[in-house]
């Protein structure tokens, strides 16, 4: 039973440019929420993708966006990169029709702005 | 907007010490309460939860908590550490009528000396 996997694992970039981050959930998922992690903080909400659309929202600028497939998995993406953006970047899957489902973590891409 | 507090960022215990990590949240009303925790070189894996009923709640590998509704307080417990358990806790509260999007509080390093 594969577990919710990301890719890449490690990304560098500069600032001003854009980055794709990738989301494969759990076996059997449908529901994929993605988080935040700066060094030393806890996981913040971005956003949550049911039936490829966008469902809540956390408190981030538009240039954070995304995308859900068909197939469940998903895309997560940042425009104008700041350094401000560097951190662990979390995704998490659950069954959106069982109501509190717990959320499955993915390893995380670590993402570096420089 | 809720907040999640976790008073204690590094705690250093040697084995067999009892450990009693604080968590504190904003929230007013009903609430879902989780504790994540972070092995080193691992993604956040779910200790425990806590939806209803019984406010002292069990968990994997020996872990215990217990939500005090009039504290706003759902401090995790374990009676005997082990080297094992060295790795970051998180707890996490999820308000009940808004999806399942979690809000994390900063963590708390925990290092258990053999």
């Known amino acids: 039973d594969a577990g919710v996997t990301q890719s890449p694992t490690h990304l560098i970039k500069t600032r001003g440019q854009q980055v794709t981050l990738r989301c494969s959930p759990k076996?059997?998922?449908?529901?994929v929420s993605w988080y935040q992690q700066a060094l030393g903080q806890g996981p913040q909400f971005i956003f949550q993708?049911?039936?490829?659309?966008?469902?809540q929202r956390g408190n981030f600028p538009d240039r954070f966006s995304g995308h859900q497939f068909p197939n469940y998995s998903s895309e997560l993406n940042v425009n104008a990169l700041l350094l401000g953006d560097s951190a662990l970047y979390l995704c998490?899957?659950?069954?959106?029709?069982?109501?509190?489902?717990?959320?499955?973590f993915g390893p995380g891409t670590r993402l570096t702005v420089l | 907007a809720q907040s999640v507090s976790q008073h204690n960022h590094h705690v250093i215990l040697s084995e067999a010490a009892s450990l009693e990590l604080g968590c504190n949240y904003s929230?007013?009303?009903?609430?879902?309460l989780f504790w994540y925790v972070q092995y080193p070189g691992q993604h956040l894996q779910l200790l425990l939860k806590?939806?209803?009923?019984?406010?002292l709640v069990k968990g994997i590998k020996g872990f215990e908590a217990e939500f005090i509704k009039s504290k706003f307080s759902f401090n995790l417990r374990k009676p005997s550490v082990q080297w094992s358990d060295t790795a970051e806790y998180f707890c996490?509260?999820?308000?009940?009528?808004?999806?399942?999007?979690?809000?994390f509080g900063g963590g708390t390093r925990l290092m258990v000396k053999p």
């Open positions: 076996s059997g998922h449908d529901t």
């Open positions: 993708y049911y039936e490829e659309e966008e469902r």
């Open positions: 996490a509260v999820n308000e009940d009528n808004a999806g399942n999007m979690l809000t």
């Open positions: 806590y939806f209803s009923g019984d406010p």
């Open positions: 998490a899957s659950s069954l959106f029709s069982v109501r509190q489902d717990t959320q499955y």
């Open positions: 929230y007013g009303g009903t609430v879902n």
